[in-house]
Antibody
Framework: EVQLVQSGAEVKKPGESLRISCKGSGYSFTSYWINWVRQMPGKGLEWMGRIDPGDSYTNYSPSFQGHVTISADKSTSTAYLQWSSLKASDTAMYYC???????????WGQGTLVTVSS | DIQMTQSPSSLSASVGDRVTITCRASQGISNYLAWYQQKPGKVPKLLIYAASTLQSGVPSRFSSSGSGTDFTLTISSLQPEDVATYYCQKYNSAPLTFGGGTKVEIK
């Protein structure tokens, strides 16, 4: 069974750094891209970017390029989303999602709620 | 980059009604379009891919059509469990942009 298990909720202060994770299991981790999707409170889904865990090649949305970093560790079948300096506007639910045979997202993690508040 | 525009942003319909949601791409995307359903407080779920192919397990009252720039998602007979927000997403190339969403409620 394919599973994506995300790390737990985080509460951070503005300016702090953060890395959240998404661990894949039940499939060949290096064979499928992993996407990251943001959902701000009461708002819609926003595609942030994706990574090919096989070679760590990434694509970013222009809206998120330079604000976050997506990475992956093949040895632990884990993808990461990280911030170097959080802002209050980063408060959101973040989902990881795995491609199917083509680039739509078939499997989703349970989400990680990030709250940034002073 | 290609923008995805959904309409309406919300709708209210009666149980049994036929419901149609539209998604428009600012440039042609062939049939590289997916639809997702997100129920309140839940994780998004893939409904349809390749513009018209129903994902396994999705009720047959859901259907979709379109190609190029204009797509529609139809619920043939709205059920209470269909209360959700529906999103389209292009996936021909990055960025894999979502539409703004359509919130479906029961009247």
């Amino acid at each position: 069974e394919v599973q994506l298990v995300q790390s737990g909720a985080e509460v951070k202060k503005p300016g702090e750094s953060l890395r959240i994770s998404c661990k894949g299991s039940g499939y060949s981790f290096t064979s499928y891209w992993i996407n990251w999707v943001r959902q701000m409170p009461g708002k819609g889904l926003e595609w942030m970017g994706r990574i090919d865990p096989g070679d760590s090649y990434t694509n970013y949305s222009p809206s998120f390029q330079g604000h976050v970093t997506i990475s992956a560790d093949k040895s632990t079948s884990t993808a990461y989303l990280q911030w170097s300096s959080l802002k209050a506007s980063d408060t959101a639910m973040y989902y990881c999602a795995r491609h199917g045979s083509v680039s739509y997202s078939v499997y989703w993690g349970q989400g990680t709620l990030v709250t940034v508040s002073s | 980059d290609i923008q995805m525009t959904q309409s309406p942003s919300s709708l209210s319909a009666s149980v049994g009604d036929r419901v149609t949601i539209t998604c428009r791409a600012s440039q042609g995307i062939s049939n590289y379009l997916a639809w997702y359903q997100q129920k309140p407080g839940k994780v998004p779920k893939l409904l349809i891919y390749a513009a018209s192919t129903l994902q396994s397990g999705v009720p047959s009252r859901f259907s979709s059509s379109g190609s190029g720039t204009d797509f529609t998602l139809t619920i043939s007979s709205l059920q209470p469990e269909d209360v959700a927000t529906y999103y389209c997403q292009k996936y021909n190339s990055a960025p894999l942009t979502f539409g703004g969403g359509t919130k479906v409620e029961i009247k």
